[in-house]
């Protein structure tokens, strides 16, 4: 190979090394990232929506939702743009207008089962569980396996009082994602809630089992049985 070959394939090393070196430097969060998109490919809908999104989560709402309206401009139909809307919205405590942003996105998708979870989480935020309850039910209905529909809907159950709805939540919950420690922990508040302590002290110790960190856990066994030894019985 002659000498003028290998200077260039050494050059092309060095480029593609730069471009990699300066794509991690971009990629080093998903607002320099997308921030980067935008300036590049402005005239582009995705970008403009994930860049809303990654405003979103670092708190910057109001530019978010201009970003977002961006990308709704240049691509009306793009659903995930008025999820993106809405989640906005909610963030900034515009309920009513989330919901009507999470409707737009049903319009265009019908069978959307996580955007039924965001309307209902936007109508617990109002305080309207009859309504959250209905719209989680709708999420369920269309996607059996969501953990989210039916995390919030069996938090809902517990609000209206209906802890043994809960129970049954909690319990599919656990044989969708039985490493989960939060479910096992819920369940001992739905048991705590219906005297149940034995039953409750069960879940509590599953839920410290896979997080030994769990400290409230601990604390909620430690009341039981403060209270168990008062009564006279055991836990």
């Not at 005239?43 to 670092?58: I, L, Q, S, T």
């Not at 240049?74 to 909610?90: H, R, T």
């Not at 953990?147 to 656990?174: D, H, M, P, Q, V």
Request: a positive charge; hydrophobic letters at 40%.
């Amino acid at each position: 190979m002659r000498q003028t070959e290998i200077f260039l394939i050494m050059a092309i090393v060095v480029l593609y090394s730069f471009i990699a070196y300066q794509r991690n430097f971009i990629w080093k969060d998903d607002y320099s990232l997308w921030g980067d998109c935008v300036e590049k490919s402005s005239e582009k809908a995705r970008p403009h929506n994930n860049f809303g999104v990654a405003c979103n989560d670092g708190g910057m709402i109001d530019k978010a939702i201009k970003e977002i309206n961006k990308a709704i401009d240049l691509k009306p139909s793009f659903v995930n743009a008025y999820v993106s809307l809405g989640n906005a919205y909610l963030n900034k405590g515009l309920f009513d207008i989330a919901i009507r942003e999470y409707r737009n996105a049903l319009r265009l998708k019908t069978d959307y089962a996580e955007v039924y979870v965001n309307i209902g989480n936007a109508n617990i935020k109002k305080g309207l569980i009859d309504r959250a309850i209905e719209s989680y039910s709708k999420a369920l209905t269309l996607k059996p396996d969501s953990i989210r529909a039916r995390l919030n809907i069996a938090s809902a159950y517990g609000l209206k009082g209906f802890t043994e709805k809960a129970l049954i939540e909690y319990k599919a919950l656990a044989e969708l994602q039985p490493d989960n420690p939060n479910i096992y922990y819920n369940m001992g508040i739905a048991y705590e809630k219906k005297g149940l302590f034995k039953e409750a002290v069960i879940e509590y110790n599953k839920a410290i089992m896979l997080n030994p960190h769990d400290f409230q856990a601990r604390i909620n066994i430690e009341r039981i049985r403060k209270w168990s030894r008062k009564q006279g019985t055991v836990n």
